[in-house]
């Protein structure tokens, strides 16, 4: 969904509107859609800079990375965000720590379905997870350990100092 910037009323522009995105334009490969995600946004133009504030909401199915079971994750992520014009940047030389956050559109247009798909993006764990104690699968019979209550007995690896043997002789 394209904006054009110079299409803008002063009062800005308030959007509420379901996006379709494949579960391929997902940054996590086993994620998968359960419903579209929906966003409310406000799209408002100041001098040359456009300030985009929203709230994105979705539900996902994730895959647990210790059991791998499939999970449903919700998403209700708020976000500010200003693009600036591509132009000031090309007139800027070095790249500071005050230019890694900033945003830039280039022409007279900002893709919407560009910045809450990036949003959205943002919002998933690094590792998903189904619960913060998931034990994941027994190494030994192979069944989820929260589900199962496997009874096969880990051995617990011995700590390196056990291994370790002083030779003391008697010295008198």
């Known amino acids: 969904m394209l904006i054009d910037i110079d299409r803008l009323p002063k009062e800005g522009l308030r959007l509420s509107r379901d996006f379709e995105f494949l579960s391929l334009d997902l940054v996590e490969e086993n994620a998968v859609f359960l419903e579209p995600p929906h966003a409310d946004l406000t799209v408002r133009l100041v001098g040359d800079e456009i300030l985009v504030q929203g709230v994105v909401s979705a539900r996902l199915s994730f895959v647990c990375s210790r059991c791998l079971t499939p999970f449903e994750f919700p998403v209700a992520s ?39 798909l990036e949003q959205l993006n943002l919002t998933f764990p690094a590792k998903p997870l189904c ?40 010295k008198s």
């Open 78 to 116: 708020r976000f500010d965000i200003v693009y600036l014009p591509e132009e000031i940047d090309a007139l800027s030389e070095e790249l500071t720590d005050e230019k890694i956050d900033q945003m830039y559109y280039t022409g007279r247009q900002l893709d919407l379905r560009a910045v809450v």
């Open 131 to 170: 619960a913060p104690g998931c034990e994941g699968i027994c190494a030994v019979c192979g069944e989820i350990i929260r589900e199962a209550k496997c009874s096969c007995l880990v051995k617990e690896p011995e700590s390196g100092l056990n291994k370790i043997k002083f030779n003391v002789r008697d």
